[in-house]
Each structure stands twice: as structure tokens, then as C-alpha cells.
């Protein structure tokens, strides 16, 4: 007869519930006043640690329950787990070669790295034994509604409180999930689908190599908002498509129809091709196109004809604009391309630019001012730009504001 | 379509918007405007001492622009000083600066007496741009100063004439002026000049 001690491990919902009400109550801890009746540096090097590590012996210690890859994987799935952190790594650090680099604001004493390696170290390894617990807990297969829960679980309990509180505008907003949000959330969908497969060694070497950069490295990509959007959520994200082929691969469970399917480069490449498509047209390159409704700029461009601008982004930019240049500016809330005639300067040496049309008769009649500009026409794509004239909105502007 | 491509897809479509936000939030030129700071440079000009005849003053008494002083500053040597002695002073306030300056009124300090000879030098008259004020009582020459004068003056070169007519006090005893050196008093005006539309004075 088999006794109790011999059977598999049962799934418990009732331990996931145990560390999901510890996980949020260090959370608020973390994030409340009463942090500050101890001293903050008493609290970060000593108390939060020792309250981590009590979570992650509690985690430790309940009943093991087999991640989904058998043992023969997990070499592989640590591996991957590896790799794909440098990768993103890379992708930071060839990014910060455009946006620039940064001295790091972490200690680089041993002192002040081995206390962030114990502040870091006891958060992240309390984090992966409680995804791991959660998700073998809560699912045998691949079940997406649980995995997302756990990931916004993680995600969440990673982000200081005092961010959310500081949101107040719809760009406010944005920006933080596009910088904050949104890349840890990718990052810990990986993480957690890592441990799903290969349980919470996976999951830490992959979280540990990002972190043990950001906090170690010297130097540290300053990446816009945006640059931060793109490869924090693409690369984990392509990641995970990746492992989950490979992982199928490894283990057989790929049927031979659906290897025609995978295409993880051709996804790769749309996706990428498909943002960079969207955010041309939309602005967020220094060139931007835009399409020309009126022949006021006749014979260079003609109504249909798309422009591309190159944007004046600082003053450097709107000094270097001469005489003869044709610059985009806006007037209200009309775009308006014309050529620079005439540079005129007030007496505090500030410029202001007298326009016209070249297939207008006249001057246009008020100066335009740095900040109306919006760029300068580096190139005249003909004709392309019918299609969107043609879609727009009925509403008129009137003609006698662009043509005289 | 596997649920993972189904996420990822959400999630392209959602940076792609964030694309858009970007491109919305960051279209406007951050104008940086060279603000050229204004010089404020107000400076005395052409002062002159003139002593009528039979001052009880000698002729070496001096008033002239203090060319070792830091600040903008007169110095007035009244040499030989006798109780009642008389002088007459005159000097331009000159703005030389690029903006509109208020000069509230002056310091006036002795070089040497140790504050004693401050008491004994009475303004008999100020005139301010053609403005006289006759001091009916006794007013000495530092509180006449320190008056709120306010004389504003415009940027390039406006200016201003001030006179004075001094008096040593006709009650003062001889052994009262301490003298310095070869017999004279000695005092130094500077002058409080500030930007016209200085909030914080």
C-alpha cells in the first residue's frame, strides 16, 4: 500500500493564496509610511532583505510540484534563459548608442555592490520561488488567463507605489507604461513562462543577468521612453515565441504540419517592419512624411505629392534654417509648406522668418516663429499621397488661408 | 492563431500606439531663448567742489570719483574744515548700462573719525535734476542722502545732475572734526543703484 508520503505532490490553491497575501503585504510595507519609523537605510539593508528571504524559505519549503519540462530540457531552458537576457542586453546597450549613455546612479564601492547585490538578490529570489510555486500550483498546461495573473502579480509588486501615484495626464500615462509597465510586464511574462518550463532556476537566471547589469554596469544605456517601449516589450516577447518553439522542438510535441506555421523570424520581421511603418507615418523619426493638399508650391510640389520633413527638434536646428529653405510650419491648426524668403531679427537677436508660396503671389503675411516650425522639406515624393487626400475629412479649410 | 502569437500581436499593435503618443507629446520645439542679460552700470560723472569765498576751507579740499573703490564711488576731502565753512557739490549720476536703473539713494561713510565728523557736515540745499529741496533744519549730509531719492534713469546714457550745498555745523567747536591726514575730513558716497524693476528692494 502506498502511503501519503510516497504520492505525488497535490496542487494546493490554498498555498498560492498563503504567498500571494505575503507578496502584497511586504508590498505595502514596502510602500507605506511605516517604513519611516525605522531608519530607511536599517529598513533597505537589513529589515527588507530579512523579511524577502523569510518569504522565499517559506516558498522554499512547501512541496515541490514538477515543472512542465522534464529534466533533460532544463539545460536547454537555462541556456535560453541566459541567452536571451543578453540579447536584450545588446539591444539596450546598441540603443543607447543612439540615444546615449549614462553614468550609473548605483554604488560601484564592493561595499555598495555587495548591499545591492543582498537588497536584489533577497527580492529576486523570494520573486521566482513564489512564481514558481504560484504557477505549478495553478496549472498543469499551458493556461494563458494564469499566467497573465501571475505576471501582473509580479509586475505590480516590482513597481513602486509612489509611480502610480504620480500619474495625473493621459500622457502621464502613457509614458509609464511605455517605460515602466509595459517592458516589465513582457519581462516577467518571460520569466514566467520560463518557470512554467523550467521552473525557477530559469526564471532567475534570466531576471538576475538583466538586473546583475543594471545594477553593476558602470554605464548604462539612457534610453528614450519610447526606445524603452520597443525593445522592452519586443525582445522578451519574441523571446518567449522562441523558447516555446524550441522548447516544442526539444520535446517532439511540434507535429510536423505546424513546423511550416512557426516562422518565428517572418513574425519577428513583420512586427518590426509593420511599428517602424506605423511610427513613420506617424512622427517619431527624425523624418516624417506628410502629404501636400494645395499647389501653393508649385512647380517643386503639387497638390497629392508627400512630402518628407526633417524635424526641427532644438535651436541648433532652427539657426541652421536659411533663405530658400522650405520648411513645414503650422498656422492654427493648418500645415503650411513654404519658402523661406526673408530672416528677419528683433532687437533681442530673436528670428522670425518671412514665407511664400512659390506659386503664390504674395507674401504670406505674418512672420513665422521658431515654434510654429515644424521642419524642413528634405524630399518630394510625387503622387503618392492621392489615396490619403482623397480619404479625408469633409471638413474645409478655407483656401484663401493657404492660396492668395 | 496560438495564444502567444495572439499576445504578441496585441502587444505590437500596442507599442505602435505608443509610437503615436510619442510623436504627439514630443512635436514641440523646446525654445530655448537667448536671453541677453541686461548690464546694470549706473556711474558718477564730472563731480566738482566749488567753495564760495571766505569758506574757512582750503582751496586742496577735493571731491572726485574714488578710483580705487570696487563700486562705483565719490570721495570728499574736506581739508582745513572750519565750523560754518561752506562748499558746493555737483555730480552726474550716468546710466551706462542697457537697462532702466533706480538709484534710491546713497551710502554715505566716513574714512576716518570714526562716525564723529558724520553729525557735523550739514546739507544745506539738494537738487535733483533741477529739483531743490532747501533742509530748513539741520540735516546732515548723510541723511540727506539717504533719503528715498528714487532717481530713475533710463538705459544708454541718461543721466541726472545732483548738487549740493555742504556746511560744517556753524555749532560745531574746532576740536570736534577730527582730521586725518594733512587736516581732512574724509568721507566716501556710494551710491544704491538697482534694476528698476527689482521686486526684491
Known amino acids: 500500500m502506498i502511503t501519503k508520503e510516497y504520492l505525488p505532490t497535490q496542487r494546493s490553491k490554498h498555498r498560492c493564496f498563503f504567498l500571494i497575501g505575503v507578496m502584497i503585504f511586504l508590498y505595502i510595507i514596502d510602500n507605506s509610511p511605516a517604513k519611516a519609523l525605522v531608519n530607511i537605510r536599517i529598513y533597505n539593508n537589513l529589515i527588507k532583505p530579512l523579511l524577502w528571504i523569510g518569504l522565499a524559505y517559506v516558498a522554499w519549503s512547501f512541496p515541490v510540484v514538477r515543472s512542465k519540462a522534464g529534466l533533460k530540457h532544463k539545460n536547454l531552458i537555462n541556456l535560453w534563459a541566459f541567452n536571451f537576457a543578453v540579447i536584450f542586453i545588446i539591444l539596450s546597450a546598441m540603443a543607447g548608442f543612439i540615444d546615449g549613455f549614462g553614468k550609473s546612479p548605483y554604488s560601484q564601492t564592493p561595499k555598495g555592490i555587495a548591499m545591492n547585490i543582498i537588497f536584489v538578490g533577497s527580492v529576486l529570489v523570494a520573486g521566482e520561488l513564489v512564481r514558481n510555486s504560484l504557477i505549478s500550483n495553478l496549472t498543469k498546461e499551458e493556461n494563458y488567463i494564469v499566467f497573465i495573473l501571475v505576471t501582473l502579480l509580479m509586475t505590480v509588486t516590482n513597481i513602486s507605489f509612489s509611480r502610480f501615484l504620480g500619474l495625473k495626464e493621459v500622457s502621464d500615462i502613457v509614458k509609464f507604461i511605455a517605460e515602466f509597465f509595459a517592458p516589465e510586464f513582457a519581462h516577467h511574462l518571460l520569466a514566467t513562462y520560463l518557470a512554467f518550463l523550467g521552473g525557477p532556476i530559469a526564471s532567475m537566471i534570466y531576471l538576475a543577468a538583466i538586473q546583475a547589469f543594471h545594477w553593476l554596469s558602470p554605464i548604462l544605456p539612457n534610453l528614450k521612453w519610447i526606445t524603452k517601449a520597443l525593445i522592452g516589450v519586443l525582445c522578451p516577447i519574441f523571446s518567449l515565441m522562441a523558447i516555446q518553439g524550441m522548447y516544442l522542438k526539444a520535446s517532439k510535441q511540434l507535429k510536423r504540419h505546424e513546423k511550416d506555421d512557426e516562422g518565428l523570424l517572418g513574425w519577428m520581421i513583420t512586427s518590426i517592419v509593420s511599428i517602424a511603418i506605423i511610427w513613420f507615418s506617424v512622427g517619431v523619426f527624425p523624418i516624417y512624411p506628410s502629404v501636400i493638399a494645395t499647389g501653393s508650391m508649385e512647380p517643386m510640389i503639387k497638390a497629392g505629392d508627400v512630402i518628407l520633413v526633417e524635424k526641427v527638434r532644438n535651436m541648433e536646428d532652427i539657426h541652421s534654417l536659411q533663405v530658400e529653405d522650405v520648411i513645414q510650419f503650422k498656422r492654427d491648426t493648418i500645415l503650411i509648406s513654404h519658402r523661406i524668403i526673408e530672416i528677419v531679427e528683433d532687437e533681442n537677436q530673436q528670428k522670425s522668418y518671412r514665407t511664400k508660396g512659390d506659386n503664390n503671389s504674395a507674401i504670406d503675411t505674418d512672420l513665422v516663429e521658431p515654434q510654429q516650425i515644424k521642419g524642413k522639406i528634405v524630399y518630394v515624393v510625387p503622387k503618392i499621397g492621392w489615396p490619403s487626400l482623397l480619404m479625408r475629412s469633409k471638413e474645409q479649410v478655407p483656401i484663401e488661408e493657404i492660396i492668395y | ?201
Open chain 2, 1 to 201: 492563431m496560438k495564444k502567444s502569437r495572439f499576445l504578441a500581436l496585441i502587444l505590437v499593435v500596442a507599442v505602435m500606439m505608443m509610437g503615436a503618443g510619442y510623436a504627439y507629446w514630443t512635436q514641440d520645439l523646446t525654445i530655448e531663448n537667448t536671453i541677453t542679460t541686461g548690464r546694470l552700470e549706473v556711474e558718477f560723472e564730472g563731480p566738482e567742489l566749488v567753495l564760495p569765498n571766505n569758506t574757512y576751507m582750503h582751496e586742496s579740499s577735493d571731491f572726485d570719483i574714488d578710483d580705487d573703490a570696487d563700486i562705483p564711488a565719490l570721495k570728499l576731502d574736506l581739508v582745513d574744515a572750519y565750523p560754518g565753512a561752506q562748499a558746493d557739490i555737483s555730480f552726474k549720476l550716468v546710466n551706462k548700462g542697457t537697462l532702466a536703473a533706480i538709484v534710491k539713494g546713497f551710502d554715505f561713510s566716513e574714512v576716518v573719525g570714526e562716525g564723529t565728523n558724520e553729525g557735523l557736515v550739514l546739507c544745506k540745499k539738494l537738487s535733483v535734476d533741477g529739483n531743490e529741496k532747501v533742509f530748513s533744519e539741520k540735516t546732515t549730509l548723510k541723511d540727506a542722502l539717504l533719503n528715498e531719492l528714487n532717481i530713475r534713469l533710463e538705459p544708454d546714457n541718461d543721466h541726472v545732475e545732483v548738487k549740493m550745498t555742504l556746511q560744517i555745523d556753524p555749532d560745531a567747536k574746532n576740536n570736534d572734526l577730527k582730521q586725518g591726514q594733512e587736516g581732512a575730513i574724509e568721507f566716501t558716497i556710494n551710491m544704491k543703484a538697482y534694476q528698476y524693476n527689482d521686486d526684491t528692494i
